[in-house]
């Protein structure tokens, strides 16, 4: 079936402009987790991929393989047809409405709960039997894992990345980043299992606020994935995962919400050939 520019400019388009009202964080007074309760009132009635006619028969995942779609993931995963991507690695919004020394901030981390709903399309656009790396802030695990169990995801690791520097100093000084590796089925075991304990490379932040540096994410997508299998990411940020993922010859998908971020990553992966050569 052939599928033209058209229709995937209107794909992207109907996703980034399908709009649910009372998107309004209802975070419980307490901060007690329950976003499934939310996510439910909040699209009540109000069924996205409906409103966007649903996925159309013919399309495929292959009409948006190597593509960065502009808008929010929570509506654009709904496009995507089933049981098509063979890793998924992202680092959503943490929910500690962070800021940098610039200013600089990331949308949607004042409110997990209004993004987390994305892991049940998540899960069902993964093929039967592979993994989805997710990056996730401590502070919020309840909601976090409240999301993966709903969408059917098993935890069959964890990951942390430990800093030579502080980030951030309170009750303790904080050195790492974190991340759960959840299964979808029974994934097979990788031929080199990785260390789950990691050393972090600082990316400097150029790009991104939060920016995660392409040499942490390359690992994990050659010991997770095959050549020319697709990875995707619906958090992308300035797209190291997408940099990292086509450094290694695989096909990558990428959702970001931010419109100059978008171009980031654009600019990013046209020197995705340059990871290649230095890392060959
Ligand atoms: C933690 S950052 C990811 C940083 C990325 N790993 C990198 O290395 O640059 C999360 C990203 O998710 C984006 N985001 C937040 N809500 C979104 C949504 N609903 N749809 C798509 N992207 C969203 C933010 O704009 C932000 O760039």
């Known amino acids: 079936m052939c599928v033209s520019a058209e229709d995937v400019r209107r794909a992207a388009y109907c996703a980034a402009t399908l709009s649910c009202p009372a998107q309004a964080c209802s975070r419980a007074p307490n901060g007690a987790p329950g976003y499934r309760r939310r996510w439910a009132d909040t699209h009540a009635g109000h069924d996205c991929s409906q409103r966007a006619g649903g996925v159309p028969a013919h399309w495929s995942t292959a009409m948006f393989v190597n593509r960065i779609l502009q808008g929010d993931c929570t509506r654009i995963v709904q496009l995507l047809p089933s049981s098509t991507v063979d890793l998924v690695i992202t680092d959503p919004p943490y929910g500690v409405s962070y800021r940098d020394r610039d200013g600089r901030t990331v949308a949607n981390d004042d409110c997990v709960e209004r993004i987390l709903g994305v892991f049940d399309h998540v899960y069902r656009i993964m093929r039967p039997d592979t993994l989805c790396v997710s990056f996730y802030g401590w502070q919020a695990i309840d909601a976090f894992f409240e999301a993966w169990r709903t969408a059917g995801f098993r935890p069959v690791g964890h990951l942390v990345w430990t800093k030579n520097y502080t980030s951030r100093s309170r009750y303790l000084h904080y050195r790492h980043e974190q991340a759960y590796l959840l299964a979808k089925g029974r994934p097979p075991l990788p031929q080199r299992p990785l260390d789950d ?84």
């Open 197 to 280: 304990v990691q050393p972090w490379v600082y990316s400097h932040n150029h790009w991104h606020p939060t920016e995660k540096a392409v040499q942490i994410l390359r690992p994990l997508i050659a010991t997770f994935s095959a050549r020319d299998g697709i990875v995707f990411d619906p958090f992308a940020g300035s797209g190291s995962t997408l940099v990292a993922a086509a450094s290694l010859g695989r096909r990558y998908l990428g959702v970001e919400l931010d419109p100059q971020l978008c171009a980031t990553i654009q600019a990013r992966l046209a020197h995705s050939d340059e990871w290649r050569v230095a890392h060959a």
